[in-house]
């Protein structure tokens, strides 16, 4: 089978999509002639047209409230918005239209759609590039998270939420658009939107990741099973609203020891939710507290010292002998 | 006049009203004046007789039941209510035009135009009420759930428009917003979204003069809000919006603007907000009342009487009949939606996605275990 | 200084070397040409970074040079290694990037990407668990800060509550300082005073083979529990023994008077009947009730008995036993003497079983018929009291100008000063004396 990257993943999951239901626009800063600033709508403008593949005026509030307009009025509203850093003039739409129209109108309009976003950090990029605000958008009801690890889980993610029913934010992991290369069928396949991923089934240690974070934490346990082959469990949350508790409460009270993973500001974040929810439901299995691996309660810093701020293999490996101690 | 746009300069010649309107010497369109008195004869039978004693009627009924709606209001039996005094026009205007299919997006204060597109007025008193059924309209009503965000629904108007445009559907859009909405950051992009990718939407700007408290010439600097169509690419107009028949007649070539040419269009009608921003207001804190007093005899409702009155096609008795009707058929509403039963507890977590999952299930069975024990 | 191949196209990994513009031993300036190369779609001329002189290339025309990687060496004027600045870091992508650039399509116009068709294999590939074998322990290589507390997880602490264990006094034998269940555990019988320290025994010499042979002979299970009695008794109690002689001259003639009596009946009226009679009598008063009480240390209450289970130390060939008669406050002094004569011949008998010698409430110990005077008899824990009974004496004494003998009786009593004081218990073999001889 060939492999593919991220990037090419979503790609194909994007013509084929689109192929399969002709209702799919795309539309955001680039797309279109560009096909994106990360190549991700490479060739959709010139297989589906200009009104399919549309480059917008600059104004994410523009592309999302459109883009409820035209979910409405029978489209299926694919927007990229263009960093993560700049989705916040779109916001309003999102936590103020988008997750309620349902609600609103008691299930007579709804506002399917994906709004992607590139998200995380560590490509030395420019300020407002490297954000990693996914609590903000988990805390809000009627919107679907996904955050993909790698490329057969991104195509499969990215299909499934084209036949979603609901909203979905999908965040994709740029730090690892290209850095993967993995076996992904030609075919179309969709992976269910709210469930978690056991990439490793062990029995002492429960460790939780997803996105880019993903990646590094594989690195941390590499080195670390060299001097210490411990049996780990690895979860990629894959979904981050709603969170596939079932597996990772099955996996808490199996393991009593958990590490959770990310590089979102610590505070509030969705490190703390899974924190709490795992002490509410499996308190009496713990054997240690839960640890969370995060960013700081900072601003990101510029790519000289981005990764002092971002979790690298130190403070991975420092979680992981606090949570097994 | 030839305005700064990449629009075909033909076709916008076709439509006299908008091609006339001349942003640098901005005039307001009127055909009738405060007194009934007929100034633009060119549009004088823009509807029939017959037609505008229905739309005096109907301008009564939602001014009888605007008042009752604030009186409930004061007696406890309805929430904040945003009263649609001295709009009546407005109200009805916006939508005159318009085909069952057509879609409707209003904002707040839009009582009136949402029941005379087609909502009951049940239904509209329930949500004022508070009573979540009021946002349950039948399925092939195209309108949309009044808009509180201010300005927040615009883009959503673009976004239809736009749609229908690539439907090839042969739907239009009316977008009714305020004064106040103009300033909003999604003005501007609704606007300039919809001006470029040629969406079949109406934007109809009431501008009552009033953001609560901020007077219409504190919200901008320009002397219309008309002219700023202008910037985007889009033809604009400002007309009286208390002159039923100079509304019908710009709303006319706006939707056919919108619907044969994919034209979207900026309708500002000026009009004044009679009462109170909405029934927690005070606006005696902000207006001298001489300025109320001023534009009370420009109300709606006068100058059409006067105007009916006057060509002999009303008398005082089919008036009283009128207002009687209306009386009867609003107290007959008020108590069939007082009687409503509440939504149920759990409707918070029926409507919310397509699906539930165990988390949220488990909440809402918390939530009927608090409420049904007997702790 | 080491060139490094730096990132021209904002993200561009690698270039195919087309010329050359300098060879190695030439004289270059600071931002003068030294290569091109042909990157997706441009041909891009690399510029030197410092002035100097040329002393090597890392790759020939046609080869493809990989980003980030030395592209040539420069020997700069003070021959000092000029600190690379933003062309070695690799993260600036315009640093040196030439004004006439070409940008090839590096998929993203900020920042720069991993991209996993030119990375340099890195230790962590690959980053595939699926052929992992785990090892069995868990071992943090840094553990936690130690407190001095013992660490008790939620779990632990839950079984303490449900099971009333105090924790204050539970002893923490698990890795890391931790409390196990077996350690809670430990605390739920009569154990809660006994330190279960893993502090070593100190280390005692029993054995002294080096003098000359020895026989070891492996302890009987009677002896056994005898001596885990014995122990137990001492950890438990606080034991004081209160002597004295008491005059027993007119029991003694009350016991002859009785002989036909007895005679008749058939029973033995041994003195120790009389004895525990007025033992008997004596714990019915209030103040002395509560020597027939057991100390329930775990919960600490004093348990007061409306019966009296009486234990009788009897010797044995096999070591001490404590048979006891149940409910002896039921009995008149002839089923007392009747009870210790089939108890004597029970035990001869070996006859006495596991029922007889529980559940005492007190205990008379009766050395007095081998020999001794005064003795420490060893609580039969948990009893309060222990009553040794010593061999009779006859005392001479001289009062009021007359010559008086006495029979008298030496009596000790053991008691656990926890719960009786030194007076009560005296004031006790004061009355049991009165008592003796009404």
């Known amino acids: 089978m060939r492999e593919l990257k991220i990037v090419d993943a979503l790609n194909e999951a994007l013509h084929q999509g689109m192929e399969q239901n002709d209702k799919i626009i795309v539309l955001g800063e680039d797309v279109g002639k560009e096909g994106g600033v990360f190549r991700v709508t490479t060739g959709l403008q010139k297989k589906f047209g200009v009104e399919r593949s549309v480059d917008t005026p600059l104004s994410e509030g523009g592309i999302i409230g459109s883009a409820i307009g035209l979910s409405i009025n029978g489209f299926f509203p694919v927007c990229e918005i263009q960093f993560d850093g700049f989705i916040w003039p779109g916001f309003d739409h999102i936590i103020n239209h988008v997750c309620r129209f349902r609600t609103r109108t008691r299930g007579r309009l709804t506002t399917p759609m994906v709004i992607r976003v590139p998200f995380g950090g560590g490509i030395h990029a ?13 805390h809000i009801p009627g919107i679907n998270v996904v955050i993909p690890s790698d490329p057969f889980s991104a195509k499969g993610l990215l299909l499934g939420a084209l036949e979603s029913k609901d909203p979905t934010i999908f965040l994709e992991p740029k730090k690892i658009y290209r850095a993967i290369k993995q076996e992904v069928p030609e075919e179309y396949y969709t992976i269910p939107l709210n469930k978690a991923r056991i990439e490793r089934e062990g029995s002492q240690v429960t460790i939780i990741s997803y996105g880019a974070m993903l990646r590094e934490t594989k690195k941390a346990l590499a080195e670390f099973i060299k001097t210490n082959p411990i049996d780990f469990e690895l979860i990629d949350l894959v979904s981050l609203s709603p969170i596939d508790y079932d597996t990772v409460i099955a996996s808490a009270k199996k393991t009593g020891r958990i590490l959770i993973v990310n590089e979102e500001p610590r505070t509030a974040g969705l490190a703390a939710e899974i924190a709490a929810v795992i002490q509410e439901k499996c308190l009496f299995d713990l054997q240690a507290p839960v640890i969370r691996v995060t960013g700081f309660d900072t601003i990101m810093p510029l790519l000289k010292n981005e990764d002092y701020y971002i979790p690298g293999i130190k403070r991975i490996t420092k979680g992981l002998n606090q949570v097994l101690a | 006049m030839k305005i700064m746009t990449k629009l075909n300069q033909e076709i916008l010649q076709k439509f006299p009203i908008f091609d006339a309107w001349n942003p640098t010497e901005p005039t307001m369109f009127q055909v009738m004046d405060h007194n009934g008195e007929i100034v633009n004869s060119e549009y004088a039978n823009t509807i029939t007789d017959q037609e505008a004693v229905a739309v005096y009627e109907w301008m009564l009924k939602i001014r009888i039941a605007d008042e009752k709606c604030v009186n409930m209001q004061r007696q406890g039996r309805m929430g904040t209510y945003p009263s649609v005094l001295g709009q009546e026009a407005c109200q009805i205007g916006a939508v005159y035009n318009q085909q069952k299919s057509d879609w409707l997006v209003p904002t707040f204060r839009e009582s009136g135009m949402i029941w005379y ?23 092939d009503i195209n309108v949309l759930p009044v808009a509180i965000t201010v300005g927040g629904h615009l883009p959503h108007a673009t976004g239809i428009g736009w749609a229908e445009r690539l439907k090839n559907g042969n739907n239009i859009t009316v977008c009714s917003f305020s004064d106040g909405a103009t300033s909003e950051g999604d003005f501007h992009s609704a606007l300039n979204f919809a001006a470029v990718f040629n969406a079949k939407t109406v934007f109809f700007c009431q501008n009552n003069h009033y953001a609560i408290s901020t007077h219409r010439d504190m919200q901008t600097k320009s002397k219309t809000i008309a002219e700023k169509a202008f910037a985007y690419g889009m033809p604009g107009v400002q007309v009286d919006g208390n002159d039923i028949f100079a509304l019908i007649a710009v709303m006319k070539e706006a939707n056919q603007l919108a619907r044969d040419h994919n034209i979207p269009t900026l309708v500002e009608a000026v009009t004044y907000r009679i009462g109170d921003h909405t029934t927690s207001d005070n606006s005696k804190l902000y207006r001298e009342d001489g300025e109320v007093e001023d534009w009370k005899p420009k109300d709606p409702l006068i100058r059409l009487r006067a105007y009916l009155f006057k060509k002999g096609l009303i008398t005082d008795t089919q008036e009283q009949e009128m207002k009687d009707k209306a009386k009867e058929y609003v107290e007959a509403t008020v108590k069939t939606a007082l009687e409503t039963k509440d939504p149920n507890i759990d409707d918070m977590f029926k409507y919310l996605l397509s699906e539930s999952y165990p988390a949220l299930e488990e909440q809402r069975l918390q939530l009927i275990e608090e409420f049904t024990n007997n702790q | 200084m080491i060139f490094n191949f730096p990132d021209v ?5 690698e270039g195919v070397i087309v010329t050359w513009l300098k060879k190695v031993g030439d004289e270059i300036k600071e931002d003068e040409p030294i290569v091109e190369v042909e990157t997706d779609k441009a041909v891009v001329e690399i510029p030197s970074p410092t002035s100097g002189k040329l002393t090597k290339i890392y790759y020939e025309v046609g080869q493809t040079a990989i980003v980030h990687t030395p592209l040539c060496d420069i020997q700069t004027v003070n021959e000092a290694e000029a600190a690379p600045a933003s062309t070695t870091s690799p993260a600036n992508p315009t ?19 991993e991209d996993a068709d030119s990375m340099p294999k890195s230790n962590f590939d690959p980053l595939d668990f699926s052929s992992y074998q785990s090892g069995n322990t868990i071992k943090s290589t840094n553990p936690t800060a130690t407190s001095t507390e013992p660490k008790i997880l939620p779990k632990i602490r839950k079984l303490a509550t449900d099971l009333k264990v105090d924790l204050s006094k539970v002893t923490a034998t698990g890795a890391n300082n931790t409390v196990t269940e077996q350690d809670v555990l430990a605390l739920t019988n009569s154990n809660q005073n006994l330190q279960t320290t893993k502090e070593a025994l100190p280390k005692f010499k029993f054995s002294l083979s080096e003098y000359g042979t020895e026989r070891v002979e492996p302890l009987t299970t009677v002896r056994k529990a005898i001596a885990s009695n014995m122990m137990n008794s001492f950890k438990y109690s606080a034991q004081v023994t209160h002597s004295d002689d008491l005059v027993v001259t007119a029991l003694v003639a009350k016991r002859e008077s009785m002989k036909p009596e007895a005679e008749a009946k058939g029973v033995k009226l041994t003195f120790l009947s009389f004895i525990i009679e007025a033992i008997l009598k004596t714990l019915k008063e209030s103040e002395f009730q509560k020597l027939n009480a057991s100390y329930d240390f775990v919960n600490q209450n004093l348990i007061y008995h409306d019966f009296i289970n009486l234990g009788v130390a009897v010797d044995t060939e096999h070591g001490l036993i404590v048979p006891v008669i149940k409910n002896v406050e ?13 108890l004597a011949e029970k035990a001869k008998n070996k006859k006495v079983a596991l029922e007889d010698i529980k559940d005492s409430t007190i205990t008379v110990t009766n050395y007095g018929s081998i020999g001794g005077k005064y003795a420490t008899p060893v609580l039969n824990y948990p009893n309060l009291i222990n009553i040794g009974i010593g061999k009779f004496d006859q005392k001479v ?36 004396q009165e008592n003796l001889n009404s």
């Open chain 3, 330 to 342: 039921k009995l008149d002094i002839w089923a007392i003497a009747q009870n210790i004569v089939d």
């Open chain 3, 9 to 13: 196209g904002e993200g561009i990994h």
């Open chain 3, 95 to 113: 640093a040196s990037a030439t004004p006439a650039v070409q940008p090839a399509d590096s998929g993203n116009v900020v920042g720069s990407l």
């Open chain 3, 397 to 432: 004494s001289y009062i009021d100008g007359q010559i008086r003998t006495d029979t008298i009786l030496p009596l000790s009593l053991t008691y656990d000063h926890q719960i009786i004081d030194g007076a009560v218990a005296a004031r006790f073999v004061n009355r049991l």
């Open chain 2, 117 to 139: 597109k087609g909502i009951p007025l049940e239904k509209v008193m329930l949500y004022w009420i508070g009573n979540e059924k009021g946002s349950e309209y039948a399925e």
């Open chain 1, 126 to 138: 420019l300020e407002h590039h490297s954000e990693s605000m996914e609590a903000v958008f988990s």
